[in-house]
T-cell receptor, first 111, second 115 residues
């Protein structure tokens, strides 16, 4: 089993739709979790941290499910500008304090 | 505008060439990183520096040689590369080495093609 696993997509959704994707991790001792966003041919940028109690930032909601070992990202009212690849990052997936990146989930928001 | 700048943006080199990638961070961070991003693969950590001291070398071939002359600058020296080394090379920095609460700030990357 991969340390961090994501469905590569692409997820093609119409503008205004709600879309959610998950990221599973193999190490139950993993400590911190993040979502990064990477636009085509650009560098990754931090989107949001994922807290145990869940957190929301505008149209974006991140949640952690430790029992099932996954994190999720929910995007409401999708915009064309949300089209990007969303990278899951887990601290401690491979042990210690190392960051492990998922391969990313590609989202395409269409008119 | 990114606080981490990388040069060059694009690089094409032959297998016998020697070249260097440069990274500079203007954020006052203490840790700097080199990552490799290949198509359809997750980011691979190559090297980690904390306060100019290398703290991690992830089994990277010796044809990649990092250098960190000060906490703001990081280089990746390349020589006798292979075509499979073609990838996007990303530099990143973070306030502290411990990543729990210290997110990574990435540069815009160098797209390397080895012919």
């Amino acid at each position: 089993r991969k340390e961090v696993e994501q469905d590569p997509g692409p997820f093609n959704v119409p503008e205004g739709a709600t879309v959610a994707f998950n990221c599973t991790y193999s190490n139950s001792a993993s400590q911190s979790f993040f979502w990064y966003r990477q636009d085509c041919r650009k560098e990754p940028k931090l989107l949001m941290s994922v807290y145990s109690s869940g957190n929301e930032d505008g149209r974006f909601t991140a949640q952690l499910n430790r029992a099932s070992q996954y994190i999720s990202l929910l995007i409401r009212d999708s915009k064309l500008s949300d089209s990007a690849t969303y990278l899951c990052v887990v601290v401690g997936a491979g042990g210690g304090n190392k960051l492990t990146f998922g391969t990313g989930t590609q989202l395409k928001v269409e008119l | 505008e990114t606080g981490v700048t990388q040069t060059p943006r694009h690089l094409v080199m032959g297998m016998t060439n020697k070249k260097s990638l440069k990274c500079e961070q203007h954020l006052g961070h203490n840790a700097m990183y080199w990552y490799k991003q290949s198509a359809k693969k997750p980011l691979e950590l190559m090297f980690v520096y904390s306060l100019e001291e290398r703290v991690e070398n992830n089994s990277v071939p010796s044809r990649f040689s990092p250098e960190c002359p000060n906490s703001s600058h990081l280089f990746l020296h390349l020589h006798t590369l292979q075509p499979e080394d073609s990838a996007l090379y990303l530099c990143a920095s973070s306030q502290e080495l411990t990543p729990l609460d210290s997110p990574l700030h990435f540069g815009n990357g160098t797209r390397l093609t080895v012919t």
